[in-house]
């Protein structure tokens, strides 16, 4: 192998040390470095082989971690796949896979993050402001009520 090749595989290795990529993340970022089209199929070929990319596990990934710490509707989750290249037949399979209930947990495990900083107000301003956090994070309409009528007792 050439030494041009060896230097931008381990670049692109390093791109990937931080957390997993996809596909296309790796590609833009190979582009913008401004590496020859040729060099960066034969790297994605190289990272495929050795298992270092998969748009199904990195897809997986990004699932479980946009549900854990800052949750976010899965509506929101999957436009955030689909901008990070990931193909529609990967995110609707992984549709089928997830927990139907997972938007709902996620809406109460923010609700029950953020429900204690509004104690003081009165229900009906509760109410607002934590229909206003769902909403920013994606959750539809009925199903943000459901939540807060199960967390906010009039």
Do not use: C
Request: proline content about 2%; hydrophobic content about 35%.
């Amino acid at each position: 192998m050439d030494l041009t090749f060896e230097r931008y595989h381990d670049l692109a290795l390093r791109f990937l040390s931080y957390r997993p990529r996809s596909e296309k993340e790796v590609i833009d970022y190979l582009k913008k470095k401004r590496i020859h089209e040729s060099i960066i199929d034969r790297i994605i070929k190289s990272l495929k082989e050795k298992k270092f990319l998969n748009d199904i596990e990195f897809a997986e990934w990004w699932i479980e971690q946009r549900t854990g710490n800052r949750p976010k509707s899965f509506r929101i989750i999957k436009m955030e796949l689909r901008n990070k290249g990931i193909g529609r037949d990967i995110v609707d399979g992984l549709s089928e896979k997830v927990d139907k209930n997972l938007d709902e947990k996620s809406a109460l495990k923010l609700l029950d993050k953020h429900i204690k900083r509004f104690e003081k107000l009165s229900t009906k301003e509760v109410y607002r402001k934590l229909f206003q956090l769902l909403a920013r994070r994606g959750f539809d309409f009925d199903l943000i009520k459901k939540v807060i009528d199960k967390r906010v007792s009039p």
